[in-house]
């Protein structure tokens, strides 16, 4: 069965600590892959995504996630990690562009 | 462009009753998206359209549940005698057919069921 696993519900780090958040798929093919954020009260927003080519991908707010389709894998990492940053992450995977599966979300809190 | 937004925000009910939220997708996005969200997990989707043409339907979607997008543009999505376990927070997406997935999120609407 298809499925996104995110490893580690809740995640807290000091502020200026690096972020690493895990995302594992299962997929016999190389799906489209995604990391939203969600803030309280609010709905997703893309962080960053990937598609084909550069395997390593570039978002917003300093993230970046690598694909790395020999362990089936698209961690989300910040090298220094602010304030602002706390919210909820989820990893999604398109499987064959109108197939969304995500995971169950990563909770990231910094602590001063 | 404002983006997606979705009315009411918030809504309160009492078992047995129905409820319909609303969506109005990015303008010229063709796909429109509904997902359910509960405390701690991901978004599960519901439902689909491409257009006006419901494409797929999630087996989450019982039959108390009914979603339209009449004329390609805004969706609505009814509940019928609400459940205590529809409480959540519902989402709606929209998104270009062609290229990658990405969708656009809306606030949600969140659904208490006393």
């Known amino acids: 069965a298809q499925s996104v696993t995110q490893l580690g519900s809740h995640v807290s780090v000091s502020e200026g600590a690096l972020v690493l958040l895990r995302c594992n798929y299962s997929?016999?093919?190389?799906?489209?892959l995604f990391w939203y954020v969600q803030y309280p009260n609010q709905g997703l927003q893309l962080l960053l995504k990937y598609t084909t080519g550069a395997t390593l991908v570039k978002g917003i707010n300093g993230f970046e996630a690598e694909f790395k389709k020999s362990e089936t894998s698209f961690h989300l990492t910040k090298p220094s990690a602010h304030m602002s940053a706390a919210a909820e992450y989820f990893c999604a995977v398109d499987y064959n562009n109108n197939d969304m599966r995500f995971g169950a979300g990563t909770r990231l809190t910094v602590k001063p | 462009d404002t983006g997606v937004s979705q009315n009411p925000r918030h809504k309160i009910t009492k078992r047995g009753q129905n409820v319909t939220f609303r969506c109005d997708p990015i303008s010229e996005h063709n796909r429109l998206y509904w997902y359910r969200q509960t405390l701690g997990q991901g978004p599960e989707f519901l439902t689909y359209?491409?257009?006006?043409?419901?494409?797929?339907k999630s087996r989450l979607l019982s039959d108390r549940f009914s979603a339209e997008r009449p004329k390609g543009s805004f969706s609505t999505l009814e509940i019928q005698r609400t459940e205590q376990g529809d409480s959540a927070m519902y989402l709606c997406?929209?998104?270009?057919?062609?290229?990658?997935?990405?969708?656009?999120f809306g606030p949600g609407t969140r659904l208490t069921v006393l």
């Open positions: 359209f491409q257009n006006e043409a419901q494409l797929e």
């Open positions: 997406a929209s998104s270009l057919r062609t290229g990658p997935n990405e969708q656009f």
């Open positions: 997929s016999s093919v190389p799906p489209y």
